[in-house]
């Protein structure tokens, strides 16, 4: 894609990690958790051209602090569950503060907001500043000299809401599910004197969930409609969220409009479309993965954004370069909706090959990947049975596990729980990530 910019990578004054959704302590375990976040810092590291000044957390640091569900043990007494979920919240804030002290340079920044696995309405965003301000692991922090050193509103950090400076550059993070009234007054009125300021200069927001209608997956559970009515005034705006566990390789992850968002994935698993509907299913694979990104500003203000994936060492495609915002908005204009029609629709070869066949639970199909300037994204699958009843499948073309086009596998191949003997037709469309369909291709029983 053309830019209308180019960035300089000589004259980077400012080097940003972005990472979300780490799950101490969730689904692969505590060891599993722990060498993974530790992995992903030490991979941002190696990659940033320049020491990184900030790390950047939009959320769910933890798994338990905020779930009673990954506690686990349904069967427990309300004490026995207290009992294992405090063990568990310590385990994890240890483990955090280790990762901290061993992989973080201590002249770095920690910023981050709260997701709705570490806090709810605030009920432990205090529990957050006592643990990371205060602990030997990551120095001598009682006066706030290693975590909030950056802070320059200590009564709203306490209210789960950040204002931070860096490097001449303004972040604001906001806990999920904190008050919605008061967050959203404290995002204006530092909105409107920063921008008043310096209107050529990216205002970064850190929130855990997404604004809707901006990024893929942002029109779905913890959707934040009020920060977006409220950001669609501020075009030097930048948001980064995560929450829904979104691979970077999909070039729906940047988005601009009145302003910017950028997915900012997860350290933990990566969700995908699978075989069944709704989509955005947890692929087995999703837990092998581990993304996110390298943020650069160079001294004009232009942005350069990294993909990274921790998982395989590699950076994802190309990076997304950002003009410094303009007064006619100009900035706003590389990634846009307009994207969508710069690729023809993914297209199976002349040869396209189709195996179907029964299973003891269903049928069996499989395929050859289709052909696509950028990624295929998903195939549709419509399989219409003998009184033309339609059932719809979704397979994943699997673009997230593969850093390039070249590197996806050639084939495509799920059993799908359908009853083999009842299929009349079966058609499978290719589709890329903004659902533009290639050419049908029917199979008749």
Same mark, same amino acid.
């Given at each position: 894609?053309?830019?209308?910019?180019?960035?300089?990578?000589?004259?980077?004054?400012? +080097?940003?990690?972005?990472?979300?959704?780490?799950?101490?302590?969730?689904?692969?375990?505590?060891?599993?958790?722990?060498?993974?976040?530790?992995?992903?810092?030490?991979?941002?590291?190696?990659?940033?051209?320049?020491?990184?000044?900030?790390?950047?957390?939009?959320?769910?640091?933890?798994?338990?602090?905020?779930?009673?569900?990954?506690?686990?043990?349904?069967?427990?007494?309300?004490?026995?569950?207290?009992?294992?979920?405090?063990?568990?919240?310590?385990?994890?804030?240890?483990?955090?503060?280790?990762?901290?002290?061993?992989?973080?340079?201590?002249?770095?920044?920690?910023?981050?907001?709260?997701?709705?696995?570490?806090?709810?309405?605030?009920?432990?965003?205090?529990?957050?500043?006592?643990?990371?301000?205060?602990?030997?692991?990551?120095?001598?922090?009682?006066?706030?000299?290693?975590?909030?050193?950056?802070?320059?509103?200590?009564?709203?950090?306490?209210?789960?809401?950040?204002?931070?400076?860096?490097?001449?550059?303004?972040?604001?993070?906001?806990?999920?599910?904190?008050?919605?009234?008061?967050?959203?007054?404290?995002?204006?009125?530092?909105?409107?004197?920063?921008?008043?300021?310096?209107?050529?200069?990216?205002?970064?927001?850190?929130?855990?969930?997404?604004?809707?209608?901006?990024?893929?997956?942002?029109?779905?559970?913890?959707?934040?409609?009020?920060?977006?009515?409220?950001?669609?005034?501020?075009?030097?705006?930048?948001?980064?969220?995560?929450?829904?566990?979104?691979?970077?390789?999909?070039?729906?992850?940047?988005?601009?409009?009145?302003?910017?968002?950028?997915?900012?994935?997860?350290?933990?698993?990566?969700?995908?479309?699978?075989?069944?509907?709704?989509?955005?299913?947890?692929?087995?694979?999703?837990?092998?993965?581990?993304?996110?990104?390298?943020?650069?500003?160079?001294?004009?203000?232009?942005?350069?954004?990294?993909?990274?994936?921790?998982?395989?060492?590699?950076?994802?495609?190309?990076?997304?370069?950002?003009?410094?915002?303009?007064?006619?908005?100009?900035?706003?204009?590389?990634?846009?909706?307009?994207?969508? +029609?710069?690729?023809?629709?993914?297209?199976?070869?002349?040869?396209?090959?189709?195996?179907?066949?029964? +299973?003891?639970?269903?049928?069996?199909?499989?395929?050859?990947?289709?052909?696509?300037?950028?990624?295929?994204?998903?195939?549709?699958?419509?399989i219409t049975d003998h009184n033309g009843n339609d059932e719809f499948f979704y397979l994943s073309s699997l673009f997230c596990y593969y850093p390039s086009l070249d590197d996806m596998p050639q084939g495509v191949w799920a059993n799908i729980d359908y009853d083999y003997s009842k299929i009349y037709t079966l058609s499978v469309t290719p589709q890329d990530v903004w659902y533009n369909s290639g050419k049908t291709v029917t199979y008749y029983f």
């Amino acid at each position: 894609m053309e830019q209308t910019v180019k960035f300089n990578p000589d004259e980077i004054v400012l +080097t940003l990690s972005v990472m979300s959704d780490i799950h101490i302590n969730g689904s692969w375990g505590i060891v599993q958790s722990e060498q993974k976040f530790k992995n992903a810092l030490h991979f941002a590291n190696k990659v940033a051209s320049n020491k990184i000044d900030a790390f950047l957390f939009t959320g769910d640091f933890t798994d338990a602090m905020n779930s009673k569900a990954n506690v686990g043990g349904a069967e427990l007494s309300p004490e026995e569950f207290e009992r294992k979920k405090a063990e568990q919240n310590r385990i994890e804030f240890e483990i955090l503060r280790r990762c901290f002290s061993e992989a973080i340079d201590k002249d770095a920044e920690i910023i981050y907001c709260l997701g709705n696995h570490d806090s709810s309405n605030c009920n432990n965003t205090e529990r957050f500043i006592t643990e990371f301000a205060s602990r030997d692991e990551v120095g001598d922090n009682k006066n706030f000299e290693r975590m909030y050193r950056t802070d320059t509103d200590l009564e709203s950090l306490h209210k789960g809401m950040r204002h931070c400076v860096l490097g001449g550059y303004h972040f604001l993070c906001v806990d999920m599910n904190s008050d919605s009234d008061m967050t959203i007054s404290f995002l204006k009125k530092n909105l409107d004197e920063i921008v008043a300021a310096e209107p050529d200069k990216y205002v970064f927001i850190l929130h855990h969930c997404k604004t809707p209608d901006m990024n893929y997956a942002s029109n779905m559970w913890g959707t934040n409609y009020e920060l977006h009515d409220l950001l669609k005034n501020y075009p030097q705006a930048i948001l980064f969220a995560g929450h829904k566990h979104c691979p970077l390789h999909n070039e729906r992850g940047i988005m601009q409009r009145e302003y910017t968002s950028v997915e900012a994935s997860c350290v933990s698993y990566i969700k995908v479309d699978c075989v069944k509907q709704p989509e955005n299913v947890t692929h087995s694979m999703g837990y092998t993965c581990s993304q996110g990104l390298l943020v650069e500003l160079d001294k004009s203000g232009n942005m350069r954004i990294t993909r990274l994936d921790y998982a395989k060492h590699v950076t994802i495609k190309e990076p997304w370069v950002l003009s410094h915002p303009k007064s006619d908005n100009s900035h706003l204009l590389d990634y846009t909706d307009e994207r969508r +029609t710069m690729f023809a629709p993914p297209q199976f070869d002349e040869n396209f090959g189709l195996q179907v066949s029964p +299973t003891e639970s269903g049928t069996f199909i499989a395929f050859s990947q289709a052909r696509h300037d950028d990624m295929p994204y998903r195939y549709e699958v419509k399989i219409t049975d003998h009184n033309g009843n339609d059932e719809f499948f979704y397979l994943s073309s699997l673009f997230c596990y593969y850093p390039s086009l070249d590197d996806m596998p050639q084939g495509v191949w799920a059993n799908i729980d359908y009853d083999y003997s009842k299929i009349y037709t079966l058609s499978v469309t290719p589709q890329d990530v903004w659902y533009n369909s290639g050419k049908t291709v029917t199979y008749y029983f």
